[in-house]
């Protein structure tokens, strides 16, 4: 049977493990672009590019509404493209390498004026996200075509969001590093480098996607629209509304947890160490809580299971907002070619009390893993750091208390301020894991209730909008995050002030929490529950000739 072949029998079929995995390996390469534009590229364009917040955020907002047209339109494009491949299938194939040249335009810094860098920020953007869509629309309609069965529909984007979360944990832990090491002290050179290896892995993975997939869902034979038809069809489908506000707002809430991360660990806590860590941690968790997503499902109807679980991510992120700033930061980092004075009593309280200090070398980002050196010959209570590379220093104090017992202290033992806040932040992210699962397999449930309904299906025109509510999410989050930090006069590598601060803490704690809480709201509007689905799936069935029982 060919690709693009259509029966009845096909429309159910249950997937192979090869095609799961095919398919949401996938999604590691889009999240080699996704999790690194929503994690970095706002403290690339205020930090590397030299782009004020403000100017940044309004860029990356406004921006959105080019993406406004380009998704529909690039919908409506996949949904009449005919091949011996299929329809969505031949895009991963030809739009995989001019991707890596939008990426590695926008991560290049051009010596311009402040103007000439807006322009430019706003060119390349665009053209990034432009290209993203011509690849990701057709990528997330392909699920939708693949099989019409919901339960295995969940368990296919289960593994997708596995593969994305997997990936999202690699760009977070690894990028950083990869910046430093390729640019050699240069970030602008680093990050375009870097963007060069991860667009061309993209592309390779692509690759493997396009040939271990099968489209098995097509329209009916009889149908003849035009994209205005598609759009008034959407219109009219009162779940897929609900859906796209849903994300939209999810959306919100995850960029804003990811893109603050980085402000949060430099600026407030100056730990910027531990990012990799908790960005880590925060992928880790999204992955297992994707990967319960189907067990899940079996237990709960999606809706409920979503209510939950944002009431959680909610609940938890108000708390998260209360958690202190521990009086000791414990560890200093030091970046390349600077030369830093450290004072152990900066580090470590010791009260009144003559003590042996020894300097430490922290050799891991990963705390729990952390391998401490002594730094030889430095045990007095100030260092002098030359450091020819970065660095992360620690202080170890040996004294006696008013009981005459030796008591050894270590700054590089993490304070439980920061241990809670890792715990919270797995705790959030093990609940919003499940939510890119569920959400997606409602999209193509949504397309499947249009056929239902009108007679007329646009698989793709439905994830295109699927795609811009992830976008324009992602978008605004992203840029809500930088109007903030301007309104609390952030300042680029600079000591913040407490307002800035203060700001910072919300960005990462209370604001996403508030935009979960909403989420629960919204989803209480979505209608399409699991025994009405089960009933529009045997009525197509019998349309297409197979008794609703097989």
Known sequence: MSNTATTAADRTAK??????????????????????????????YTDTFGISAAAAGTMMFTTKIIDACTDPIMGALADRTSTRWGKFRPYLLFAGLPMVG????????????????????????????????VLSTPYSALSGVMT???????????????????????????TLDFVNALGGGDDAKGWQLTMLIYGFAAAAIFFVTFST????????ASQKTNPLDDIR?????????????????????????????????????????????????QMIAYAVGAACAPLMTRLLDKTRLLMVLMATVGTLSVLFTFVPKPELNGVRSVDAGQVTTLQAADLVNVTNQPAVYQWHEQRSAWWIFTEQ?????????????????????????????????????????????????????????????PKSPITWSMYADTADF???????????????AATFAQKLGGATGSAGMLWVLAAFGYAA???????????????????PGFFALLAVIVTKFYTLTGAQLEVIQADLKERQGQPAGQ
């Open 15 to 44: 997937l192979g493990i090869r095609e799961k995995l095919g398919y949401g390996l996938g999604d590691f390469g889009f999240n080699l672009y996704w999790t690194t534009i929503a994690s970095f590229l706002a403290a690339f």
């Open 102 to 133: 939008a990426v590695v335009l926008t991560f290049s810094t051009p010596d311009l004026n402040e103007s000439g860098k807006v322009i430019y920020a706003y060119c390349t953007y665009t053209l990034m996200m432009m290209m993203y869509t």
């Open 148 to 174: 019409a069965r919901s339960q295995e529909r969940t368990s296919l984007i289960s593994i997708r969001f596995i593969f994305a979360f997997s990936a999202g944990f690699f760009v977070n832990y690894f």
């Open 213 to 220: 997939t099968k489209e098995r869902i097509s329209p009916p």
């Open 233 to 281: 069809d959407l219109l009219g489908n009162r779940p897929w509304i609900i859906l796209f506000i849903l994300s939209m707002i999810i959306m919100m809430t995850i960029t804003m947890r990811a893109g603050s991360a980085y402000y949060y660990f430099t600026y407030f806590l100056g730990r910027p160490d531990l990012l990799g860590a908790f960005l880590g941690v």
């Open 373 to 433: 050196v002594a730094i030889p010959n430095e045990n007095g209570s100030e260092i002098t750091i030359n450091a020819d590379a970065d660095k992360v220093i620690s202080v170890s104090a040996t004294y006696k208390n008013t009981a005459g017992e030796t008591v050894k202290i270590n700054s590089g033992d993490l304070p439980s301020e920061i241990a809670l806040m890792f715990l919270l932040c797995a705790l959030i992210s093990l609940a919003l894991g």
């Open 450 to 464: 249009n056929e239902w309904n009108t007679g007329r299906r646009a698989t793709a025109m439905t994830f295109s």
């Open 493 to 511: 590598k600079e000591a913040q002030s407490d307002a800035s601060q203060f700001g910072i803490v919300l960005l990462q704690t209370a604001v």
